[in-house]
T-cell receptor
Protein backbone atom coordinates (compact mmCIF):
# COMPACT_ATOMS: atom_id res chain seq x y z
CA UNK A 1 0.00 0.00 0.00
CA UNK A 2 1.35 3.39 -0.95
CA UNK A 3 1.44 5.97 1.81
CA UNK A 4 2.34 9.64 1.94
CA UNK A 5 3.44 10.88 5.33
CA UNK A 6 3.33 14.60 6.02
CA UNK A 7 5.23 16.28 8.82
CA UNK A 8 4.71 18.06 11.00
CA UNK A 9 0.99 17.52 11.50
CA UNK A 10 0.60 20.94 13.14
CA UNK A 11 2.78 24.03 13.08
CA UNK A 12 2.19 27.36 14.74
CA UNK A 13 4.78 30.08 14.20
CA UNK A 14 5.13 33.85 14.33
CA UNK A 15 4.72 36.07 11.30
CA UNK A 16 8.04 36.61 9.55
CA UNK A 17 9.56 33.24 10.43
CA UNK A 18 10.59 30.61 7.89
CA UNK A 19 9.28 27.05 7.85
CA UNK A 20 9.52 23.78 5.97
CA UNK A 21 6.95 21.00 5.74
CA UNK A 22 7.69 17.57 4.40
CA UNK A 23 5.93 14.90 2.38
CA UNK A 24 7.62 11.49 2.43
CA UNK A 25 6.99 8.04 1.00
CA UNK A 26 8.80 4.81 0.23
CA UNK A 27 7.04 4.74 -3.15
CA UNK A 28 8.00 6.45 -6.38
CA UNK A 29 5.55 8.95 -7.85
CA UNK A 30 5.25 10.19 -11.42
CA UNK A 31 4.23 13.60 -10.10
CA UNK A 32 3.46 15.30 -6.83
CA UNK A 33 0.95 18.05 -6.19
CA UNK A 34 0.63 20.51 -3.31
CA UNK A 35 -2.73 21.96 -2.31
CA UNK A 36 -3.79 24.54 0.28
CA UNK A 37 -7.17 24.28 1.95
CA UNK A 38 -8.82 27.03 3.99
CA UNK A 39 -11.63 26.38 6.50
CA UNK A 40 -14.96 25.71 4.81
CA UNK A 41 -13.43 25.47 1.34
CA UNK A 42 -12.05 22.82 -0.95
CA UNK A 43 -8.33 22.34 -1.60
CA UNK A 44 -6.75 24.64 -4.17
CA UNK A 45 -3.82 23.48 -6.26
CA UNK A 46 -0.58 25.39 -5.62
CA UNK A 47 1.92 23.51 -7.76
CA UNK A 48 2.72 20.24 -9.53
CA UNK A 49 6.26 18.86 -9.68
CA UNK A 50 7.10 16.09 -12.12
CA UNK A 51 10.88 15.79 -12.47
CA UNK A 52 13.21 14.41 -9.81
CA UNK A 53 15.12 17.28 -8.20
CA UNK A 54 12.74 19.89 -9.62
CA UNK A 55 12.35 23.15 -7.72
CA UNK A 56 9.41 25.49 -8.27
CA UNK A 57 8.81 28.87 -6.68
CA UNK A 58 5.50 30.58 -6.06
CA UNK A 59 6.29 33.99 -4.50
CA UNK A 60 7.52 33.12 -0.98
CA UNK A 61 6.78 29.40 -1.37
CA UNK A 62 9.47 27.01 -2.67
CA UNK A 63 8.57 23.45 -3.62
CA UNK A 64 11.12 20.70 -4.21
CA UNK A 65 10.66 17.18 -5.56
CA UNK A 66 13.19 14.65 -4.31
CA UNK A 67 15.75 13.25 -6.71
CA UNK A 68 14.22 9.78 -6.42
CA UNK A 69 10.67 11.17 -6.73
CA UNK A 70 9.69 9.69 -3.37
CA UNK A 71 9.47 12.86 -1.32
CA UNK A 72 8.84 16.58 -1.49
CA UNK A 73 9.18 19.66 0.65
CA UNK A 74 7.49 23.04 0.88
CA UNK A 75 9.50 25.94 2.27
CA UNK A 76 7.81 29.23 3.18
CA UNK A 77 9.96 32.32 3.64
CA UNK A 78 8.80 35.14 5.92
CA UNK A 79 5.44 33.53 6.70
CA UNK A 80 2.37 35.76 6.74
CA UNK A 81 -1.06 35.25 8.36
CA UNK A 82 -2.49 34.70 4.87
CA UNK A 83 -0.41 31.50 4.64
CA UNK A 84 -2.55 29.93 7.38
CA UNK A 85 -4.31 26.77 6.22
CA UNK A 86 -4.09 23.02 5.68
CA UNK A 87 -1.35 22.01 3.24
CA UNK A 88 -1.91 18.72 1.45
CA UNK A 89 0.49 16.82 -0.72
CA UNK A 90 -0.79 14.31 -3.26
CA UNK A 91 1.26 11.82 -5.24
CA UNK A 92 0.28 10.22 -8.52
CA UNK A 93 1.44 6.62 -8.69
CA UNK A 94 4.55 5.85 -10.71
CA UNK A 95 3.41 2.27 -11.21
CA UNK A 96 1.40 3.11 -14.32
CA UNK A 97 -2.05 2.90 -12.72
CA UNK A 98 -2.26 6.71 -12.28
CA UNK A 99 -3.76 6.40 -8.82
CA UNK A 100 -3.51 9.45 -6.56
CA UNK A 101 -2.78 9.36 -2.85
CA UNK A 102 -3.28 12.28 -0.51
CA UNK A 103 -1.28 12.86 2.63
CA UNK A 104 -3.16 13.74 5.83
CA UNK A 105 -1.93 17.31 5.71
CA UNK A 106 0.01 19.86 7.73
CA UNK A 107 -2.13 22.40 9.54
CA UNK A 108 -0.22 25.69 9.56
CA UNK A 109 -1.12 28.67 11.74
CA UNK A 110 0.76 31.94 11.38
CA UNK A 111 0.43 34.25 14.36
CA UNK A 112 0.37 38.00 13.65
CA UNK B 1 -16.66 30.65 -14.70
CA UNK B 2 -18.14 29.14 -11.57
CA UNK B 3 -15.81 26.10 -11.61
CA UNK B 4 -17.11 23.18 -9.52
CA UNK B 5 -20.37 23.83 -7.70
CA UNK B 6 -21.68 21.61 -4.91
CA UNK B 7 -25.05 21.68 -3.21
CA UNK B 8 -26.14 21.64 -0.46
CA UNK B 9 -23.45 23.22 1.73
CA UNK B 10 -24.74 21.57 4.91
CA UNK B 11 -27.18 18.74 5.60
CA UNK B 12 -28.33 16.73 8.59
CA UNK B 13 -29.82 13.29 7.94
CA UNK B 14 -31.42 10.72 10.16
CA UNK B 15 -30.13 7.14 10.05
CA UNK B 16 -31.71 5.31 7.12
CA UNK B 17 -32.62 8.41 5.13
CA UNK B 18 -31.45 8.93 1.57
CA UNK B 19 -30.09 11.97 -0.22
CA UNK B 20 -28.23 13.10 -3.30
CA UNK B 21 -25.26 15.44 -3.20
CA UNK B 22 -25.18 17.51 -6.35
CA UNK B 23 -22.02 18.43 -8.27
CA UNK B 24 -21.73 20.34 -11.52
CA UNK B 25 -18.73 21.79 -13.35
CA UNK B 26 -18.67 24.31 -16.19
CA UNK B 27 -15.09 23.73 -17.39
CA UNK B 28 -15.94 20.84 -19.76
CA UNK B 29 -13.59 18.56 -17.82
CA UNK B 30 -13.60 14.86 -18.63
CA UNK B 31 -12.64 13.56 -15.19
CA UNK B 32 -14.75 13.98 -12.07
CA UNK B 33 -14.28 12.64 -8.56
CA UNK B 34 -15.99 12.35 -5.20
CA UNK B 35 -13.89 12.46 -2.04
CA UNK B 36 -14.71 12.39 1.63
CA UNK B 37 -12.56 14.15 4.21
CA UNK B 38 -12.60 13.08 7.83
CA UNK B 39 -10.66 14.96 10.53
CA UNK B 40 -7.00 13.93 10.54
CA UNK B 41 -7.58 11.30 7.86
CA UNK B 42 -6.93 13.10 4.59
CA UNK B 43 -9.00 12.73 1.44
CA UNK B 44 -10.41 9.33 0.49
CA UNK B 45 -11.70 8.66 -3.04
CA UNK B 46 -15.27 7.34 -3.17
CA UNK B 47 -16.02 7.17 -6.90
CA UNK B 48 -14.64 8.69 -10.05
CA UNK B 49 -15.60 9.09 -13.70
CA UNK B 50 -13.44 9.41 -16.81
CA UNK B 51 -16.29 10.67 -18.97
CA UNK B 52 -20.05 10.70 -19.46
CA UNK B 53 -21.53 7.24 -18.98
CA UNK B 54 -18.42 5.82 -17.27
CA UNK B 55 -17.97 5.51 -13.51
CA UNK B 56 -15.68 3.44 -11.30
CA UNK B 57 -15.16 2.69 -7.64
CA UNK B 58 -12.53 4.39 -5.59
CA UNK B 59 -11.07 3.45 -2.24
CA UNK B 60 -14.27 3.71 -0.10
CA UNK B 61 -17.35 3.15 -2.34
CA UNK B 62 -19.57 1.15 0.03
CA UNK B 63 -22.86 2.89 0.83
CA UNK B 64 -22.66 5.25 -2.14
CA UNK B 65 -23.71 5.34 -5.78
CA UNK B 66 -22.96 7.71 -8.64
CA UNK B 67 -24.06 8.41 -12.18
CA UNK B 68 -22.58 10.49 -14.99
CA UNK B 69 -25.22 11.13 -17.62
CA UNK B 70 -23.62 14.39 -18.79
CA UNK B 71 -20.11 15.83 -18.83
CA UNK B 72 -21.18 18.57 -16.41
CA UNK B 73 -22.96 16.64 -13.64
CA UNK B 74 -21.75 13.95 -11.24
CA UNK B 75 -24.26 13.41 -8.39
CA UNK B 76 -23.45 11.22 -5.38
CA UNK B 77 -26.28 9.19 -3.86
CA UNK B 78 -26.47 7.93 -0.28
CA UNK B 79 -29.22 5.32 -0.07
CA UNK B 80 -29.39 4.37 3.62
CA UNK B 81 -27.46 6.92 5.62
CA UNK B 82 -25.33 5.64 8.50
CA UNK B 83 -23.41 7.56 11.20
CA UNK B 84 -20.15 6.39 9.58
CA UNK B 85 -21.04 8.57 6.59
CA UNK B 86 -20.80 11.74 8.66
CA UNK B 87 -18.05 13.62 6.84
CA UNK B 88 -17.24 16.50 4.53
CA UNK B 89 -17.72 15.56 0.88
CA UNK B 90 -15.80 17.17 -1.95
CA UNK B 91 -16.45 16.91 -5.66
CA UNK B 92 -13.53 17.61 -7.99
CA UNK B 93 -12.80 17.69 -11.70
CA UNK B 94 -9.72 17.62 -13.91
CA UNK B 95 -8.96 17.77 -17.60
CA UNK B 96 -5.37 17.15 -18.76
CA UNK B 97 -4.85 13.74 -17.22
CA UNK B 98 -6.66 11.70 -14.64
CA UNK B 99 -5.72 12.75 -11.11
CA UNK B 100 -3.74 15.77 -12.31
CA UNK B 101 -4.57 19.34 -11.35
CA UNK B 102 -7.80 18.75 -9.50
CA UNK B 103 -10.32 21.57 -9.14
CA UNK B 104 -12.40 21.11 -6.00
CA UNK B 105 -15.82 22.36 -5.02
CA UNK B 106 -16.37 24.01 -1.65
CA UNK B 107 -17.75 20.86 -0.03
CA UNK B 108 -20.88 19.50 1.62
CA UNK B 109 -20.80 18.97 5.37
CA UNK B 110 -23.05 15.99 6.15
CA UNK B 111 -24.07 14.78 9.59
CA UNK B 112 -25.98 11.53 10.08
CA UNK B 113 -27.67 11.29 13.47
Amino acid sequence: TQLLEQSPQFLSIQEGENLTVYCNSSSVFSSLQWYRQEPGEGPVLLVTVVTGGEVKKLKRLTFQFGDARKDSSLHITAAQPGDTGLYLCAGVSGRGDDKIIFGKGTRLHILP
Amino acid sequence: NAGVTQTPKFRILKIGQSMTLQCTQDMNHNYMYWYRQDPGMGLKLIYYSVGAGITDKGEVPNGYNVSRSTTEDFPLRLELAAPSQTSVYFCASSDDRINEKLFFGSGTQLSVL
